[in-house]
């Protein structure tokens, strides 16, 4: 399963903020004037929705609010695009508004999905230990990438893998049985 983008958080959330749960124009424009974190959320959004921002100039005069709030978020932040946010986002404010939704993408949704795969790999590599598994056996027996999978468990990169191949390595060491030659070893 892939991160969700930076443009589709913003657009969930400031969806989430309308009490009517929607991104329809009329609807929205009837919320601004009411919901200052909503008009803004939605500003935010439109400056990476090129199609639903020119839907909204087109239509200027039906929906003021949401149009003036647009193109001054448009004037301020003319240098900001999903290539540049991450740079961008660094020269901002601490509590500059798009500066706020970037840092809530990031530790909602990349963060988060990195702690899984963080806590996961400390519970593969005891595995590996206890039972024995080496790394060439994981990437041969479930068919993966070895460059990927030796930089994942052994440099702690975690973009290299996805969340399912990191399941499907967890499934796999919790699977296999204790090395009996390890046992014994143990034992000893």
Known sequence: MRTKRFDHFLTHY???????????????EEEAKSNDRFLTLFSLALLFDAKRAKMLVERGELYPTLLSSYLETKQHYANVSLNTIDDETRKLGTFDELRKAYQSYLRLVVHSRDQSKITSLQ???????????????IYTDLQLNPGNINDFL????????????????????????????????RQA
């Not at 400031?14 to 929205?28: G, H, P």
């Not at 052994?154 to 990191?166: C, G, I, L």
Request: with cysteine; aromatic share 6%; hydrophobic share 30%.
């Open 14 to 28: 400031a969806q989430t903020m309308n009490s009517k749960v929607t991104l329809r124009f009329k609807s929205c």
């Open 154 to 185: 052994k440099n702690e990169q975690y973009a290299k893998v996805s969340m399912k191949t990191v399941k499907r390595i967890l499934d796999y060491c919790r699977s296999e049985p204790i090395n009996p030659r390890h046992q014994k070893i």
């Open 123 to 137: 519970e593969i590599k005891s595995l590996m230990s206890a039972k024995r598994i080496t790394k060439y056996r």
